[in-house]
């Protein structure tokens, strides 16, 4: 099967395919992606990276018979060139036999065959949004394609790192009401130079539904014998994850009444705490994303508006009476349309969930 899937992908026409909307001398190579297109039409889509993991890692043995996953890669207008060095690095650094699938899902790219060239390589296939949906939406449809009993979410501007795969879904199959995701490396925008990460940190979060990375306290580092160990985090980033499909399913999806962009992370890592899940970051998984100073796309409410629609909604279902604290800290939100709430509200009764103040007290007391 390795053997296939290395003749496809020399078969596969990549020169042909990233011609298309090349960078041309004399053009701002950051109009189209918010990063620098130049440089990563020049970097090859299957370049070597370095382990970035500690080296304990190396020495951790999975069982072999881990779940296949379906992994879902949800686009709108991406460069060819980091969209094919996502998928690329997905076929080089995983165990064939554990991907079923690679779904990528257009969402109304203004060239399809953006995704439709890609179907020559294998495991991949292709699912085009007829119109814009937004990644939550675009996620959703992507699940629901999937023949696999687990679902990785990855974005699609990524490089998977060494051995990424078996970490995640070890602890899938141990647990399925846990989500796990990689430590995220950085691939700078202006270089495409791969940075590894601190290990030591895990997902915070302010009053306003601000998203920051946070070092572990001194107390939970001393609590941390071994470095491979997981690390319980409150909140994830939110690109990319691993979650069991029945348990997705079961905890209702995503809330596919917010808008393109934003805050989702909030909502599913609320609702997996206080519904009986919980979320850990894997430091022997890594995977590098390319993060950008601004979206290369267009809101069609724009920007900050999409942000607190998604956000109120978050704070309206999940939130309680700690909501005051989200529109103290974010007053833009008071008035503003967030939507009709009462299905999520009754899918939080319906699975019995804890109080936002439970969430608090057991898994982010250092939020004052």
């Known amino acids: 099967m390795r053997s296939f899937v290395l003749d496809m ?15 041309k001398p ?27 993991r500690h080296f304990r890692c190396a020495t951790i043995r999975y069982d072999s018979d881990l779940p296949p996953t379906s992994i879902i890669i949800t686009f709108h207008n991406e460069a060819r060139s980091t969209l094919l060095r996502t998928v690329r690095s997905v076929l080089n650094r995983t165990p064939v036999h554990l991907i079923h699938e690679i779904i990528l899902v257009d969402d ?7 995704c439709q060239l890609l179907i020559k390589l294998p495991k991949v296939r292709c699912v085009r949004n007829p119109q814009r949906e937004g990644l939550i939406r675009s996620r959703v449809r992507g699940a629901d394609s999937a023949k696999a009993a687990v679902l990785t979410f990855l974005d699609s501007h990524c490089e998977v790192n060494k051995d990424w795969l078996p970490p995640l879904l070890q602890r899938i199959k141990q647990d399925p009401t846990r989500v796990v995701s990689p430590v995220i490396d950085i691939i700078n925008m202006d270089t495409f130079a791969y940075v590894a990460a601190s290990a030591d940190l895990r997902g915070g979060f302010d009053w306003s539904l601000h998203f920051k990375w946070e070092q572990l306290s001194p107390e939970q580092r001393a609590r941390r014998t071994d470095p491979a160990q997981p690390i319980k985090t409150p909140i994830i980033a939110g690109g990319l994850f691993v979650i069991d499909r029945s348990w997705f399913n079961h905890l209702g999806k995503y809330d596919t009444a917010m808008d393109i962009w934003g805050g989702e992370n909030f909502e599913i890592s609320f609702r997996v705490w206080q519904c009986g899940g919980s979320l850990e970051i894997l430091p022997c998984s890594r995977v590098g994303h390319v993060f950008r100073k601004k979206h290369p796309y267009v809101f069609p409410e724009g920007n ?7 956000t109120r ?12 604290f989200y529109y103290s800290a974010r007053p833009a939100a008071r ?16 699975l019995k969930c804890k109080t936002f103040k439970w969430y608090l007290d057991n898994v982010y007391p250092e939020l004052k």
Do not use: C
């Open 9 to 23: 992908l020399e078969r596969f026409d990549e020169r042909g395919y990233l011609n298309a909307r090349r960078w």
């Open 26 to 52: 004399g053009d701002d190579p950051y109009t189209l992606y918010a990063f620098n297109q130049r440089e990563s039409e020049r970097i090859p889509s299957n370049r070597a990276l370095r382990d970035t």
């Open 108 to 114: 109304f790219s203004d060239d399809e065959s953006d």
């Open 304 to 310: 900050a508006n999409t942000y607190i629609k998604n």
């Open 313 to 324: 909604r978050t704070a309206e279902v999940w939130m309680d009476d700690f909501s005051l």
């Open 335 to 350: 008035g503003k349309s967030y939507g009709d709430i009462r299905g999520r509200l009754e899918l939080r009764k319906k």
